[in-house]
């Protein structure tokens, strides 16, 4: 489930399985790109190697640029996209695009949802163009007060 050939992106970088050898990049990355929502260490540890998981990194000369990770929950029938992330120094050049549809490739679920902030419209933005649709609202849902929306999509 887990598995996918390493692919060659433009600017030379590589999306393949992420593994518990990123926890450290994916700290610094997290920080970076959620710094009001930053997952403990253990959520961390988790989401690199829990089963159930599809977890990828797009790497560049060797270096983690983006990251995304999703929960297959066979019982609900639904994956969870519960992060995805690129470095500001790599965005706007097509990673997230490229890690979100080979994540979704790999989940063979009926449909795929994930929370994001109201307000994140460069993600709202890249959701609506893979065919996310709001679903619920999450009152209040982050620790600042901010609203959450849930987005879903069938497969
Ligand atoms: C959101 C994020 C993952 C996008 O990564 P990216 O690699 O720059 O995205 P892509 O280059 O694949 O862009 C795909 C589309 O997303 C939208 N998008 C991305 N960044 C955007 C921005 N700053 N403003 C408006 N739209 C944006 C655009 O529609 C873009 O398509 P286009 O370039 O043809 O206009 C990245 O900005 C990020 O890591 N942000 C911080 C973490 C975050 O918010 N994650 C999502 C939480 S659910």
Redesign the pocket.
């Known amino acids: 489930m887990n598995q996918v050939s390493p692919a060659a992106l433009p600017g030379s970088a590589i999306v393949e399985p992420a593994t518990w050898r990123d926890l450290n990049s994916l700290r610094n990355l997290e920080k970076v790109?959620?710094p009001l929502d930053v997952w403990p260490l253990w959520d961390m540890v988790g989401v690199l190697t829990f089963p159930g998981v599809v977890r990828l990194k797009a790497t560049r000369d060797g270096e983690l640029a983006?990251f995304i990770a999703a929960d297959i929950r066979r019982s609900e029938n639904t994956a969870w996209i519960s992060t995805?992330?690129?470095l500001p120094a790599?965005?706007?050049?097509?990673?997230?695009?490229t890690l979100l549809r080979a994540c979704e490739a790999q989940l063979q679920v009926p449909r795929i949802r994930?929370s994001?902030r109201a307000s994140?419209?460069?993600?709202l933005?890249?959701y609506s163009?893979f065919g996310y649709k709001q679903q619920g609202i999450w009152s209040e849902y982050y620790s600042d007060g901010e609203d959450a929306w849930v987005l879903e999509k069938a497969l």
């Open positions: 790109c959620f983006g995805l992330g690129v790599f965005r706007r050049q097509g990673l997230a695009t994930l994001v994140n419209l460069a993600a933005r890249l163009q």
